[in-house]
């Protein structure tokens, strides 16, 4: 079950929504909790988790941009999409890490290729965990916090979603087996780059949502910025 938060100030645009994520869950064999809030004081509480927020920006009060940057000083994984009749503002969802944005009257198509592009977030690497062993003892690291896996000095360096990074022996080839089912991409010999974590690709270089920035190697940057492309639905 994906736990999924409206926050819309208009009933009927809320029952709209709301009948798009019953008719999209149908179709899919998906089941959503989904819970509404008319204002930003509901969702910037930090009392509840949800794995997926649809954001209206034109809120009374607090407006669901400042309302998002709230979210994001406590959380900074949830998918956050926007839906507004004022698109010129959704572009500056960038500064909260914004999935996307979906502009009103919402449609089903629209609104079906953002949750396509969602779901792919929420499935990411779904129950899988990766065991490494440093110096310090036996780690079990869940996949969907892993964002990436480079070669330093003879040595795999598993860099986290938190900022924490391991050091352990290992072969990153055995480590592109072992995450074969999860959504990691070659990028060059020496790191394994988890997409779900893509933010923006210029040139040579990928930068994550976490912050940081790898690069590609010449010889893999074609095949692995087209299978960066199919896994965010060709919007990078």
């Not at 899919?28 to 930090?46: C, D, I, K, M, Y």
């Not at 927020?53 to 669901?64: A, E, R, Y």
Request: proline share 2%; hydrophobic share 40%; glycine share 6%.
């Amino acid at each position: 079950m994906y736990r999924i938060l409206m926050v819309e100030d208009d009933e009927r645009e809320a029952e709209t929504l709301r009948h798009s994520l019953e008719r999209y869950a149908r179709e899919n064999n998906l089941e959503f909790q989904v819970s509404w809030e008319r204002s930003a004081l509901g969702a910037t509480s930090g009392d509840a988790k949800f794995d997926l927020i649809f954001m209206d920006i034109g809120l009374p009060g607090i407006n669901g941009m400042e309302a998002a940057t709230l979210i994001r000083t406590y959380d900074s994984e949830t998918p956050i999409i926007f839906v507004t009749n004022l698109a010129q503002y959704a572009v500056r969802g960038y500064e909260v890490d914004a999935l996307d944005f979906v502009v009103k009257p919402v449609s089903y198509y629209n609104f079906k290729m953002r949750m396509d592009k969602a779901m792919r977030i929420l499935k990411r690497n779904s129950g899988m965990n990766v065991v490494v062993t440093s110096h310090d003892g036996l780690r079990v690291i869940p996949a969907a916090e892993l964002v990436a896996v480079e070669v330093s000095n003879h040595s795999l360096v598993y860099h986290l979603a938190d900022g924490n990074t391991y050091v352990v022996r290992g072969s990153l080839s055995k480590t592109e087996e072992d995450l074969s089912q999860a959504p990691f991409v070659r990028i060059s010999n020496s790191c394994l780059l988890n997409m779900a974590y893509v933010r923006t690709v210029t040139g040579s270089e990928v930068r994550t949502t976490t912050g940081e920035t790898y690069f590609f190697s010449r010889s893999r940057r074609r095949a692995a910025v087209d299978e960066i492309a199919k896994y965010l639905g060709g919007s990078i």
